[in-house]
T-cell receptor
Framework: DQQVKQNSPSLSVQEGRISILNCDYT??????FLWYKKYPAEGPTFLIS?????DKNEDGRFTVFLNKSAKHLSLHIVPSQPGDSAVYFC??????????????FGTGTRLLVSP | NAGVTQTPKFQVLKTGQSMTLQCAQD?????MSWYRQDPGMGLRLIHYSVGAGITDQGEVPNGYNVSRSTTEDFPLRLLSAAPSQTSVYFC?????????????FGPGTRLTVL
């Protein structure tokens, strides 16, 4: 049962345009959402996050939007740059029964930004 | 700071062999974890630790053992490797379990089991 879904395995965008990466979730108990970026042969790196009590968080060229009623979040990159080409993972966290903060990852979307 | 380091980068095992994947961090982080990443699936938690001497199971713990004798090190042991354990393994750490969303990941170990 995939609780966090990234339905687009890949996305191609031209340099300077907007990239929009989407993520859907099923569990309404998630209280924090994150985006990680991963380059080949490297571990994921934290990019941006948003609390469930907010609907938008912005950090430079990156903005994350959360629509709780639709259980949907998206990452906008404006303007896109070739260096943004990577795999982007959406993740969501919630408190498990043990009190541990559990992190659930999506399957990733490969973004290719062409010059 | 070196951050989170993992060794080896690549490993090929035969079915039934055992090995240990090493993970170390020099940030004095309390929380450490192991994930595996498989094609078409997100990262899945294998085991985690909230401090030296304290470990617990994640989503997919079968076939793996962990221990945490020091704050810095969190090795992952494969007891008897199986082809289903072919994967990329990532170790991660964060300052505390309350800040799990600020995890730092190592570069990964690509394991193939024949």
């Amino acid at each position: 049962d995939q609780q966090v879904k990234q339905n687009s395995p890949s996305l191609s965008v031209q340099e300077g345009r907007i990239s929009i990466l989407n993520c859907d979730y099923t569990n309404s108990m998630f209280d924090y959402f994150l985006w990680y970026k991963k380059y080949p042969a490297e571990g994921p790196t934290f990019l941006i996050s948003i609390s469930s009590i907010k609907d938008k968080n912005e950090d430079g060229r990156f903005t994350v939007f959360l629509n709780k009623s639709a259980k949907h979040l998206s990452l906008h990159i404006v303007p896109s740059q070739p260096g943004d080409s990577a795999v982007y993972f959406c993740a969501a966290s919630m408190e498990a029964d043990t009190g541990f903060q559990k992190l659930v990852f999506g399957t990733g979307t490969r973004l290719l930004v062409s010059p | 700071n070196a951050g989170v380091t993992q060794t080896p980068k690549f490993q090929v095992l035969k079915t039934g062999q055992s090995m240990t994947l090493q993970c170390a961090q020099d940030m004095n982080h309390e929380y450490m974890s192991w994930y595996r990443q498989d094609p078409g699936m997100g990262l899945r938690l294998i085991h985690y630790s909230v401090g030296a001497g304290i470990t617990d199971q994640g989503e997919v713990p079968n076939g793996y053992n962990v221990s945490r004798s020091t704050t810095e090190d969190f090795p992952l042991r494969l007891l008897s490797a199986a082809p289903s354990q072919t994967s990329v393994y990532f170790c991660a750490s964060s300052y505390s379990i309350a800040r799990i969303h600020e995890q730092f990941f190592g570069p990964g170990t690509r394991l193939t089991v024949l």
